[in-house]
């Protein structure tokens, strides 16, 4: 059973920093990618930021410049550095890791892990 635990989040002044961290348990297999996901109240879920295998990065336009995502592939964690924050990056901030396995007749099976979620709070 794989399962994601973060650590991080709380409340911080806008401007600030926060770094979250995510630690992936119950995986021999290395993930394909993990992403941090967030919502905030009232909107749906989107994509923060994610990283693959061959660590290459992807970020939403709203944290590009002010995010930064990173993986330690060997032991399955993400962590995500955010700095200049501000009151709308306000959010439950979820962590995700994807698995791909290829089945005997050659198909793809897709795994989509999600963590609990951390609530970060930005005060203007």
């Known amino acids: 059973q794989v399962q994601l635990v973060e650590s991080g989040g709380g409340l911080v002044q806008a401007g600030g920093s926060m770094g979250l961290s995510c630690a992936a348990s119950?995986?021999?297999?290395?993930?394909?990618?993990m992403a941090w996901h967030r919502q905030a109240p009232g909107k749906q879920r989107e994509l923060v930021a994610s990283?693959?295998?061959?660590?290459?990065?992807n970020y939403a336009e709203s944290v590009k410049g002010r995010f930064t995502i990173s993986g330690n592939n060997a032991k399955n964690t993400v962590y995500l550095q955010m700095n200049s924050l501000k009151p709308e990056d306000t959010a439950v901030y979820y962590c995700?890791?994807?698995?791909?396995?290829?089945?005997?007749?050659?198909?793809?099976?897709?795994?989509?892990?999600w963590g609990q979620g951390t609530q970060v709070t930005v005060s203007s």
């Open positions: 995700n890791a994807v698995m791909v396995v290829v089945n005997d007749d050659g198909t793809l099976r897709v795994h989509d892990y």
């Open positions: 119950g995986s021999n297999s290395r993930f394909n990618a």
């Open positions: 990283i693959t295998s061959t660590d290459t990065t």
